[in-house]
């Protein structure tokens, strides 16, 4: 029984690996889409923010003021753009969105710093962009606060005082010490990238059966609904392993996203996962009759889940307690955070077991439910 078990799907198996290849085109597609997709999604979706264009408002125009808004464009974040001679043409300029932050300097500015008094600035931002309007703000005030700190330095020497900082510490970023976007993003993508393509070929694999009347011809043969469940996913998912080895390569030659953990765990989490949306894809070529409907059902299925539940984008503890429950069902949420711990951070197996597990469970689940609809399709 064993034996013919496996050759009803080695036999399913070569039937649909000739059907991939004579589509040479929807081959090349499957192999070499993810790649470009890699490219796009690595180059526009980043959100460093860099280059920060500054319009400067200086009523004081003495030698301090110079040096504090220098203080500013020597930073490596801001920029000088533009020179404003009052405030309200300034806003002017923010209001045409030319920049993305006022700095306004008030008159009597080195006056009040000569007599140890304090000093109101205005910083205006554009906060349209949540996002870029808050790490604007965040490096406006580490600006701010540098130059405070060097003017109690050169107060403190100026009187003769010891010069004693009580609390010194040292930042130290850890897996990513660059800040760069580009490395979350990247290892955020692959599990997109692969959810994708592998839900979408295989949901429209069953479908052509159908549409096709061969269908009806596995049914009468005695091949049973598990073992051409498996046989069609088995090229596919060889398909998926070779993207996800290119997808790998070229995301650590373009964006220099390397692998610092286990590529033994990395290749097992990925069969784990890979298998997981194929099972998905064939669930929805079972409950599908046309191809039109698979794709719409499996592209539904394959981004919006995989884009938005996942933690990919957006923070899943920042979601409402009742859609962090709705993300538990999604595979891709576990799959990237197994991917960003072994790529990212190099952890091992231990800190991620239970990730490991609900994916094994996920993937039997609904290649169980699968065959299930296929034998009801038969009875």
Same mark, same amino acid.
């Given at each position: ?27 090349? @597609? ?62 002017? +300029? /923010?209001? #045409? ?7 306004? %300097? ?6 009040? +710093? /000569?007599?140890?008094? #304090?000093?109101?600035?205005?910083? *205006? ?26 003017? #109690? ?5 100026k009187f003769g005082k010891d010069l004693v ?10 897996? #990513? ?11 955020? $993508? +692959? ?10 070929s295989t949901a429209l694999s069953i479908v ?13 043969? !005695? ?6 469940? $498996?046989?069609?996913?088995? !090229? ?11 997808? *790998? ?16 765990? @990395?290749?097992?989490? &990925? ?10 894809? *064939? ?19 394959? &981004?919006?889940?995989?884009?938005? @539940?996942?933690?990919?984008?957006? !923070? ?13 069902? &999604? !595979? ?27 994916? /094994? ?5 609904? +290649?169980? %439910? ?10």
């Open positions: 029984m064993i034996k013919i078990f496996f050759q009803h799907i080695f036999t399913i198996f070569k039937k649909e690996l000739r059907q991939i290849k004579r589509d040479n085109r929807n081959l090349a @597609l499957l192999i070499f889409f993810p790649t470009v997709l890699l490219f796009l999604w690595g180059y526009t979706m980043n959100f460093d923010v860099k280059d920060i264009s500054v319009v400067l408002v200086d009523d004081d125009l003495s030698a301090d003021s110079r040096m504090f808004s220098q203080s500013f464009f020597t930073s490596g974040y801001f920029v000088h753009k533009f020179t404003a001679k009052s405030n309200k043409e300034a806003q002017e +300029i /923010l209001d #045409n969105g030319k920049v993305k932050m006022v700095l306004y %300097i008030p008159k009597y500015f080195s006056a009040k +710093i /000569l007599a140890n008094e #304090n000093i109101d600035i205005q910083i *205006l931002v554009d906060g349209v962009d949540a996002n870029t309007g808050t790490t604007i703000v965040g490096f406006a005030q580490a600006v701010t606060q540098q130059y405070n700190q060097k003017l #109690n330095l050169k107060t403190l020497s900082i009580p609390i010194n510490y040292e930042s130290r970023i850890w897996y #990513n010490p660059e800040l760069k976007s580009e490395k979350f993003l990247v290892s955020g $993508i +692959i599990g997109f990238i692969i959810a994708m393509t592998c839900v979408i052509k059966e159908k549409e096709s009347n061969t269908i009806e011809q596995i049914d009468v043969s !005695p091949i049973k609904s598990t073992e051409l469940i $498996i046989g069609k996913l088995i !090229p596919y998912a060889i398909i998926g392993i070779i993207a996800t080895v290119i997808v *790998l390569f070229f995301a650590y030659s373009a964006f220099g996203v390397e692998v610092k953990g286990s590529y033994t765990l @990395l290749f097992v989490a &990925t069969i784990l996962f890979t298998i997981a949306c194929l099972g998905i894809g *064939l669930f929805i070529s079972a409950i599908s009759n046309t191809q039109q409907s698979a794709f719409q059902l499996a592209a539904l299925m394959a &981004t919006l889940p995989t884009f938005i @539940l996942s933690g990919f984008m957006f !923070p899943i503890k920042s979601m409402p307690f009742w859609l962090q429950l709705i993300t538990n069902i &999604t !595979p891709a949420k576990f799959y990237l955070r197994i991917v960003r711990g072994i790529m990212l951070k190099g952890t091992g197996f231990t800190a991620f077991w239970d990730q490991f597990l609900y994916l /094994l469970l996920f993937s039997i689940i609904v +290649i169980g %439910i699968s065959s299930y609809k296929f034998s009801r399709r038969k009875i």
